[in-house]
């Protein structure tokens, strides 16, 4: 009988990944960035009961997810330029693959700058901006550069090293709360939940980078359950960060927080005072999770962009295109004149192209699918 030997390094590049390493890709690109204001949000709308509006997001959420997952598993052998054109049609197919381009562009952009301000606000006050966007879009692309595979055995050590400090903190954060802050309970107002409901839903953007995930999965037909299970996993701690920082402060003065759960870790007091800034252990995730969201954003654009310029004929590396995409990034991200003014900007693109690719292309495309019988 004869043997066949098979090639390690070969079977390592092979750009295939675990459900497991998926799972820990979306913890990172979907919790950072989207709980550092979400308590703030939700009790400006719905006061003391801001946690259940999270709460009603994420099972919103769970289930756009797994809309997702039902259209990526249908077509888990072809990218999403690909199975967009089979659809669609050529023209609105390559429409919407640039659509989604400029939202991952955008997404990566808005998302560095708030990590360029809340480092100059406690790390680096007098560091220009330029150069923390242009060092953290170096590493990203880095990352991004070694592939799929690469990405995600990162990832599942990148996990581990984030979320450890923030259970720690939080843990210890128990002793300095008042519980009673969440009382009287289902007090807001339909309007009121109802705009807090759309803020947690939103702190999930990044979801939408499971409509490019199909061809990477070794197991692509569980997708929508372990995709679930980890969105349902970061629901759970977006919760719990909520519910601490209103018991922390009450729903009136967190109103007036701008970075509640970073003012929060600030100012508890370690038992045997181990560490004089606890915001230190909190900058570790936030660091961690920026580095995530952009890396991912700059995979998938470039990506897209690399799929959009073949069917021109026009074949240049998938390097070549990261490279190309971090002075777009860092320029947008110089934009805004202030904070505000980013996170007017975050909200405009939440309500038009966040909604369109976490809820309506996906739904507008299974359909579609369907009724052509397109997929398998």
């Not at 969440?182 to 499971?210: D, N």
């Not at 369109?356 to 369907?370: T, Y």
Request: glycine share 8%.
């Amino acid at each position: 009988m004869t043997r066949t030997r098979i090639n390690p390094k070969k079977f390592s590049m092979n750009n295939k990944i675990s459900l497991r390493q998926l799972q820990a890709l979306l913890i990172l690109e979907i919790f950072g960035f989207g709980v550092t204001g979400l308590p703030r949000r939700v009790a400006l709308a719905a006061g003391q009961d801001g946690w259940i509006a999270v709460v009603l997001a994420a099972g919103l959420v769970v289930l756009a997810v797994l809309i997702i997952a039902r259209l990526a598993t249908r077509f888990s052998d072809r990218g999403f330029h690909e199975y967009a054109c089979d659809i669609l049609g050529k023209f609105l197919g390559t429409l919407l693959t640039f659509v989604f381009f400029v939202r991952l562009i955008i997404m990566a952009a808005l998302n560095l700058r708030i990590f360029g301000e809340i480092v100059r606000e406690t790390l680096l006050p007098t560091t220009p901006p330029a150069v923390v966007f242009l060092v953290m879009l170096a590493i990203a692309a880095y990352g991004a550069s070694k592939g799929f595979e690469g990405r995600a055995r990162v990832a599942e050590v990148l996990v581990l090293i984030a979320l450890l400090p923030l259970i720690l903190v939080f843990g210890i954060s128990g002793r300095d709360m008042d519980f009673t802050n969440l009382l009287p309970m289902i007090t807001a107002s339909p309007a009121g939940m109802a705009i807090g409901v759309k803020h947690g839903f939103f702190a999930f953007s990044g979801v939408e980078v499971l409509l490019l995930v199909g061809p990477y999965l070794n197991r692509p037909k569980h997708l929508g359950k372990a995709s679930a299970w980890a969105v349902g996993c970061v629901g759970i701690f977006m919760t719990i960060v909520t519910i601490a920082t209103i018991a922390r402060f009450g729903s009136d003065e967190l109103a007036r927080q701008l970075w509640p759960v970073l003012r929060m870790m600030d100012t508890l007091s370690m038992p045997g005072s181990i560490i004089d800034r606890q915001g230190a252990l909190i900058m570790t995730f936030w660091i961690i999770s920026a580095f995530a969201i952009i890396n991912a954003a700059l995979f998938f654009s470039s990506l897209l962009l690399k799929d959009g310029m073949e069917m021109m004929r026009l074949k240049i590396s998938h390097t070549s295109y990261i490279i190309a995409l971090i002075p777009v990034i860092a320029i947008i991200a110089l934009l805004p004149r202030n904070l505000a003014q980013v996170y007017e900007w975050i909200d405009l693109v939440d309500h038009t192209l966040g909604l369109a690719f976490m809820a309506a292309v996906p739904i507008i495309l299974l359909v579609v699918a369907k009724l052509r019988r397109r997929g398998d």
